[in-house]
């Protein structure tokens, strides 16, 4: 049988949508095995202070959700409950940056941490909805909730408009023109994207080029720095964190650009 289907529900999603789901699991499993090898939590982002008791059995049994959590979501099954406790997880985390975001609200940094947890769980409230029963409450917020990502993608920009000369410093310097001028280029692609996805006015082709955008930060800046230190955790942390950024937005393009669901009825000349 092609596709994710409940047979109780009769609830499918075509294949280009299965992809971001799987993603968005494989990136889980991702997360979960640093977790496991480094005995720790993803430093900087899952933000868990060094005072907090049971600490490091706090980071394995994190390590253990998310790889339980990414392995459903591979599943048809599961794949909704594993989608459900990524949410969970990920809004956990980020509400630890609320807290300390809070604590210094006029410094941006920990609002743009904010923002970054909150992506990935947006996109896990996004995939438990698009893999709701058709006709159901969850199903019909799907493209509601993934219209919030454009909260997220107006804080990516501040980040980089309030630091282009910092962010500059990771673009390669082999890449041209130069430097400063993707630091620049990058923000406002970020805020375009941001207006397009929050207007609804193309939105899924808004979705898909912040896709490509966070990927070619993964291809580009990620994967390079942890090939020059592969023994430091926050490398391998970061390209984990940087490769759930990317499925949690695939999941929101593939919504954005296919929004209708199927019953039943869609299905009879299935396979």
Same mark, same amino acid.
């Given at each position: ?55 490091? +059995?706090? &980071?394995? *049994?994190?390590? @253990?959700?998310?790889?339980? $959590? !990414?392995? =459903?979501?591979?599943?048809? /099954? ?48 996004? +995939?438990? &909805?698009? *893999?709701?029963? @058709?006709?159901?409450?969850? $199903? !019909?917020? =799907?493209?509601?909730?993934? /219209? ?63 896709? =490509? ?59």
């Amino acid at each position: 049988m092609n596709g994710f289907r409940d047979p109780e529900t009769m609830v499918r999603l075509r294949p280009s949508r299965q992809i971001g789901v799987r993603a968005f699991g494989v990136a889980a499993i991702v997360l979960g095995v640093v977790g496991f090898a480094w005995g720790d939590f993803a430093t900087n982002w899952q933000r868990v202070q060094p005072n907090v008791p049971y600490r490091e +059995a706090l &980071a394995y *049994l994190t390590a @253990a959700l998310e790889t339980i $959590a !990414g392995l =459903a979501m591979l599943w048809r /099954r599961t794949a909704r409950a594993g989608a459900l406790l990524l949410t969970i997880l990920y809004s956990i985390f980020t509400l630890l940056w609320v807290i300390q975001a809070c604590a210094v609200p006029l410094v941006y940094d920990g609002w743009g941490n904010v923002f970054e947890e909150l992506s990935l769980a947006i996109g896990g409230a996004v +995939a438990y &909805a698009a *893999l709701a029963p @058709a006709g159901s409450w969850w $199903a !019909g917020k =799907a493209a509601v909730i993934s /219209r919030a990502y454009g909260a997220c993608a107006i804080s990516f920009a501040i980040v980089h408009l309030i630091n282009l000369a910092g962010v500059a410093t990771w673009v390669p310097k082999w890449l041209p023109p130069g430097q400063m001028f993707w630091s620049v280029t990058t923000a406002v692609c970020f805020l375009l994207a941001a207006a397009a996805i929050l207007s609804g006015i193309q939105a899924g082709l808004a979705a898909r080029l912040v896709t =490509a955008e966070i990927m070619g930060f993964e291809i580009l800046v990620w994967v390079p720095k942890l090939i020059a230190a592969p023994h430091e955790h926050f490398f391998w942390a970061g390209n984990a964190i940087s490769l759930a950024m990317v499925a949690a937005v695939w999941v929101v393009s593939d919504t954005l650009n296919e929004p209708r669901r199927f019953d039943a009825s869609s299905e009879a000349s299935v396979p």
